[in-house]
């Protein structure tokens, strides 16, 4: 049986650990299917990616902010994070959703978070080599975050739409 490499993913929730709860944190999009897809396959995918996913539970915007400001990023973009030069994306839900499923950057732009409370409530729980316990979506859960695409607004003054 393959063994998944979680080398990266041992530092960023190190990482992680010293800013925010980790409860809060579900590692969510390839890394995530990876862990999947080892579990039930036994093969990992053909296409990769270089940066991780993770959603952030949270009941104000401190915890995101002290993310930014430790690990900033030098994309432009608004959720991005880079820690140790690893890109990471964070999609922040929960009370700072306006309206519920939305969460809005300072630049207009609008992210759809549908279904995030509801994958997290249900998440389990994956072990990594050091021995800590992260939190990833369900196989639905995960397949029900797959459904909404991320960025649903047009960032003001602009004609362009980003999704991912």
Same mark, same amino acid.
């Given at each position: 049986? @393959?063994?998944f490499?979680?080398?990266?993913?041992?530092? *960023?929730?190190?990482? *992680?650990?010293?800013?925010?709860? %980790?409860? &809060?944190?579900? %590692? $969510?999009? =390839? /890394?995530?299917?990876?862990?999947?897809?080892?579990?039930?396959?036994? &093969? *990992?995918p053909?296409?990769?990616?270089?940066?991780?996913?993770?959603?952030?539970?949270?009941?104000?915007w /401190?915890?995101f902010?002290t #993310?930014?400001?430790?690990?900033?990023?030098?994309?432009?973009? !608004? +959720?991005?994070?880079?820690?140790?030069?690893?890109?990471?994306?964070?999609?922040?839900?929960?009370?700072?959703?306006?309206?519920?499923?939305?969460? =809005? =950057?300072?630049?207009?732009?609008? @992210?759809?978070?549908?279904?995030?409370?509801?994958?997290?409530? =249900?998440?389990?729980?994956?072990?990594?080599?050091?021995?800590?316990?992260i939190? $990833?979506?369900?196989? +639905?859960?995960?397949?029900?975050?797959? %459904?909404?695409?991320g !960025?649903?607004? $047009?960032?003001?003054?602009?004609?362009? @739409?980003? #999704? &991912?």
């Amino acid at each position: 049986m @393959m063994k998944f490499e979680d080398t990266e993913l041992c530092v *960023l929730f190190e990482e *992680l650990d010293k800013y925010v709860d %980790l409860d &809060t944190v579900m %590692l $969510i999009g =390839a /890394k995530c299917r990876d862990i999947h897809q080892l579990e039930y396959r036994d &093969t *990992l995918p053909a296409r990769t990616t270089e940066d991780v996913d993770l959603a952030l539970a949270v009941d104000g915007w /401190k915890p995101f902010e002290t #993310l930014s400001e430790v690990f900033p990023s030098n994309s432009k973009d !608004w +959720p991005k994070l880079s820690v140790r030069s690893l890109p990471v994306d964070v999609v922040p839900f929960g009370a700072v959703e306006r309206p519920p499923g939305t969460v =809005a =950057a300072g630049d207009g732009m609008e @992210m759809n978070v549908s279904g995030f409370q509801e994958a997290f409530d =249900a998440r389990e729980f994956f072990s990594l080599s050091n021995g800590m316990k992260i939190g $990833i979506p369900t196989v +639905p859960g995960f397949a029900a975050l797959k %459904l909404h695409p991320g !960025w649903t607004g $047009i960032q003001v003054g602009s004609s362009k @739409m980003r #999704l &991912t």
